[in-house]
């Protein structure tokens, strides 16, 4: 992670690239919507492709010389397809957010009625918030967690659908720490005649690698980020019943898109091929190993978790009772380097911007090799932390713990 070309023709953006690579070697990495690709995903996303347009889809170009770029595009639709079992797959998105509108514009009108969960009960921005495009642009119904229990409440989404006869259920999430019953959704969604969109951002790698089940069977569309668990270049794909393909495609291209980013889909191809082999499942079952065991050992600290656990990659806690508020608690834990987020609880008091609560999980510290015996000292460093805010001597302390054990754990793709 040298990059002797930058460092000669921009020193400043150089100094920036080798200080994150440091934070990123001498830190522990919580969000759990972020993780480290390997070295053959950055060298894919890192490549001449960048260079090529390539309008429309393999066979059907807008612009000459794709004979290369159709071979490699075909590839990440076809692994695609094998991992998760697909009927037809479309790599060319962006990143989720588009690919959830490319969904809605290809198989809605504006106006209809929506359902998804509320952003503040662990939905994302594109499951209906009312100041975002989905919220302004479709009528959503928003559904929500038990208040006693966490978890979603699925009487309440029946309840709901037979109210409001909406035209497509919303069943996926960016803050919710618990499996998902998709069985139970697309029940629903048949009995009152709604087609059903799963988003599995946040779990795709965990489904890839068997550990969680998959909606693919089930649902009429199914959202992918491919970074996150799934381990891939930032970006997205849609994965969808063979008879709604022709309109998922042309939402997507022309619809909502130009030119796909042909490096980005090369990174797909690789982290599908990565993802197809057999250490990968190791790989899933680890992250969710990790991810309960800190859930265990955060809750022995005191932490209150929401739905009192995790069945993912994905901790929520709520730390209203250590009187440590959501936003004082990133900006404390940055300081010993650790990273996760600040988040809102189902039904938060507090502000969104100054939350009650942390969101947290394990897909980066288990690619960098970490396991159940480095969840109890990530605990313990969070437990002393955020018992020391005010404490700079201690939090320098504990910086230098986390320093000393982060480097015995390499990154892929760093090497400074």
């Known amino acids: 992670m040298m990059y002797p070309t930058?460092?000669?023709?921009?020193?400043?953006?150089h100094q920036s690239m080798i200080a994150e690579g440091k934070r990123q070697m001498e830190g522990v990495e919580l969000i759990p919507s972020e993780n480290y690709v390997s070295q053959a995903v950055l060298e894919a996303c890192g490549s001449i492709l960048t260079n090529k347009y390539s309008e429309g889809y393999p066979g059907k170009r807008y612009y000459g010389g794709q004979e290369n770029i159709d071979v490699i595009e075909n590839l990440a639709i076809e692994r695609a397809k094998k991992l998760f079992g697909a009927e037809h797959v479309n790599v060319q998105?962006?990143?989720?957010?588009?690919a959830n509108t490319a969904i809605y514009f290809a198989l809605l009108e504006f106006g209809d009625t929506v359902m998804g969960l509320k952003l503040d009960h662990g939905g994302h921005i594109t499951h209906g918030l009312p100041i975002g495009f989905s919220g302004k642009a479709y009528n959503?119904?928003?559904y929500g967690v038990n208040p006693e229990t966490g978890y979603l409440d699925m009487e309440e989404v029946r309840r709901?659908?037979?109210e409001h006869k909406p035209k497509m259920i919303v069943a996926g999430f960016t803050a919710y720490p618990r499996d998902i019953d998709w069985k139970a959704f697309k029940e629903i969604a048949d009995e009152v005649g709604a087609l059903t969109m799963?988003?599995?951002s946040h779990t795709a790698g965990l489904i890839a690698g068997g550990v969680l089940d998959s909606p693919v069977p089930f649902f009429d569309v199914v959202m992918s980020t491919t970074h996150k668990t799934l381990r891939g270049p930032r970006g997205a794909m849609i994965m969808c019943k063979t008879e709604h393909a022709k309109k998922i495609d042309r939402a997507v291209f022309p619809g909502l898109q130009g030119g796909p980013h042909e490096h980005a889909i090369a990174g797909k191809a690789v982290a599908f091929k990565e993802a197809l082999q057999p250490e990968f499942k190791n790989y899933a079952s680890q992250i969710k190993k990790n991810a309960v065991h800190l859930a265990e050992e955060l809750k022995r600290r005191d932490f209150k978790l929401?739905?009192?656990?995790t069945d993912t990659h994905l901790i929520l806690a709520d730390l209203s009772n250590k009187e440590v508020p959501g936003k004082v608690a990133q900006n404390t834990l940055d300081k010993i380097g650790i990273t996760l987020n600040m988040n809102t609880v189902p039904d938060d008091p507090r502000s969104p911007f100054d939350p009650s609560g942390i969101r947290l999980g394990t897909p980066a510290v288990t690619t960098r090799g970490m396991k159940e015996d480095q969840m109890v000292q990530i605990a313990d460093w969070m437990d002393r932390a955020l018992s020391n805010v005010d404490n700079e001597t201690e939090l320098a302390a504990i910086k230098k713990e986390v320093e000393?054990?982060?480097l015995t754990f390499p990154v892929p793709g760093i090497k400074l």
Do not use: H, M, N
Request: aromatic share 6%; glycine share 6%; net charge negative.
């Open 6 to 13: 930058i460092e000669k023709e921009d020193p400043s953006l």
């Open 93 to 98: 998105p962006y990143s989720g957010s588009p």
């Open 140 to 142: 959503f119904v928003q």
């Open 160 to 162: 709901l659908a037979q």
């Open 198 to 200: 799963a988003d599995i």
């Open 306 to 309: 929401v739905s009192d656990g």
């Open 404 to 406: 000393e054990i982060c």
